[in-house]
Every structure is written in C-alpha cells, then in structure tokens.
C-alpha cells in the first residue's frame, strides 16, 4: 500500500470553517487597503502625467482598442489592455474577477467582476451566468473541455471587467488616454506612411488576407490611404488576432448580395435583323460596356 505525505493525510478544515476564514482574511486585507489609500492618496496631476506618457508609446496603444463588426455596423472601443494600464496609473484601485460557482450539470458558471476606488469609496460589481457555451455562427456548441470552460469564463469576465473600471474612472481621465493612443497609432512611430502601408500589407498577408481585399473594403487603393485609415487597420489587425472578429467579416473575400443587386446588369448580346432580303443579316454584336467599365479602367465587373 502507498503510503502518502502527512500534508496530503492531514485531516482538512470543513468547507463552512474554511469559508469562514478566507472571507476575515478578505475582509481585514480591504479594510487595510481603504486605510493606506487615505494614507497616500494619489495625486491627479502625476497620474495625468504618467497616463500622458503611457499613451505615447506604441506598444500600449497598439493594443488599445478592439474593432469588430456587428450588423454592417463598426463597433470599436478601449480594450481591457488599456483599462488594466490606466488602473496602475490612476492607483488606490481593486478590481478583479471572481468564478463563484460553476455547475457542471447546468452546464453554468456564475461570475463576479467589480472595481473598487478605495479612495473615493467608489465601487462598480457584476455578478452574470456565463453559459458553457461557445457561439459559432449562431450555433450554440457545449464546451467540452475544462480549459475551454475557463478561457470561455476568462474572456466573459474581461469584458465586465472593463466595463466595471471605465465606470469607476473619470470619464475625461479615459477620453485624454484614448485620444492620445489614437494619435499615437496614427503617428506610427515616426515611421514614414509608405513603409508603414507596406508593413501593414506584409502583417495582413501573414494572416491571409490580400491587399485587394483591404483596398475594396476602403474603396480605394493603397496608394491613398491616410494615417488614419492605417490606425484603423491596425485596430481591425489586433483584434483579428485576439479572436474578437475573423478576417472574412471584415473584409469579405466574395462579392455580397447586396452588391450583386446594386450591381448594374450586364448588357444583353444584340443582333441587327435581316432587311429586305438584299443584305445579310449582321452578326450578333456585343454591346458597348460604359466608359467606366471599360477594360483597363480598373473596375471589375460579374
């Protein structure tokens, strides 16, 4: 027979004393963090400070908005990359996300995300269900496997957690860092716009997506693209790789319906009849395509 460490054979606390004690332990650690926050309170103007030069580097700003497309509609906003940046700047902050429960049986996890200025004695929580779910396309599949359980509830629980700390935050505070990180993007490092275009080309292209496609989604080529349609591109990028929106919805590889039926339809092949019987009948002719759609003129038509 083996004969197991005494750690594992000790005997254990009950569940309910266990509770018990974690949950003093939580409640002397907040008690002890309200009062070093009025100790050492945080100072606006460095915080200002430090959240201006943050913003300012590339690597965050990169990584601060999410882009996704709803309904034909952009979706676009500050990522919880940035939220977690701007709660170390601003300090005297808890926030968290907490798993409570999870039931197994009713394939449910019951989840808690909050934000808690200590100093301002300001607190936001959510408690929500997530489903053990994983949505594709609007068919709902069970996740079968426990990471998948965790990383589902992880990536709910991100999602309220950025919620809770944009509404604890002051809203100008957030507003100057988004400002700042877009401006940031824009600017690209100093980097001129034609090498960057190229680069974003070449990052595009490592994940499949051809300039064509990018260039009919911006309605014009790549030779007129701005910085600003870079900073857009580079959102739409990083959230293509967070797994927040696929490639093929944001820019479509095959032509939609609603543009086959705004499409004009091909002119019909037309043949001059016969006349009276002393002139042969003229062969079939293809009708002229509009200057437009002239060959050459860079208009692609079916």
Known sequence: MTNYPEALAAPRLPASQATQIEQSRAASEVQSAIVMAKQCP???????????????????????????????????????????????????????????????????????????DLQANVRVANIFIVPHLRDARGDKNPLPELRDVYENNANQGARRLREAILSVLPVWF????????????????????????????????????????????????????TARDL????????????????????????????????????PAMTAVPAGNGDQPATPAQPATWPEAAQPGSGVRRG
């Open 42 to 116: 945080r100072s606006v103007q460095q915080a200002i400070v430090e959240m201006r030069q943050a913003c300012e580097l590339k690597a965050l700003a990169d990584r601060a908005f999410f882009s996704y497309t709803r309904g034909g509609k952009k979706v676009t906003g500050p990522t919880i990359h940035l939220a977690r940046a701007l709660v170390g700047i601003w300090g005297n902050l808890q926030v968290g996300v907490h798993e409570l429960s999870r039931d197994v049986a009713a394939g449910q996890s019951e989840v808690l995300a909050f934000a808690w």
């Open 174 to 225: 957030v507003d100057e860092a988004k400002a700042i990180c877009t401006a940031t993007i824009e600017n690209g490092g100093g980097v001129p716009l034609p090498q960057r275009i190229a680069r974003t080309l070449k990052a595009f292209e490592d994940i499949a997506v051809t300039a064509d496609r990018i260039e009919r989604q911006l309605g014009r080529g790549s030779d007129k693209w």
């Open 231 to 266: 900073a857009d591109l580079t959102i739409t990028y990083q959230s293509i790789r967070r797994n927040e929106t696929t490639a093929e919805e944001e820019f479509p590889s095959q032509v939609t319906s609603a543009e086959i039926l705004t499409t004009p339809a091909t």
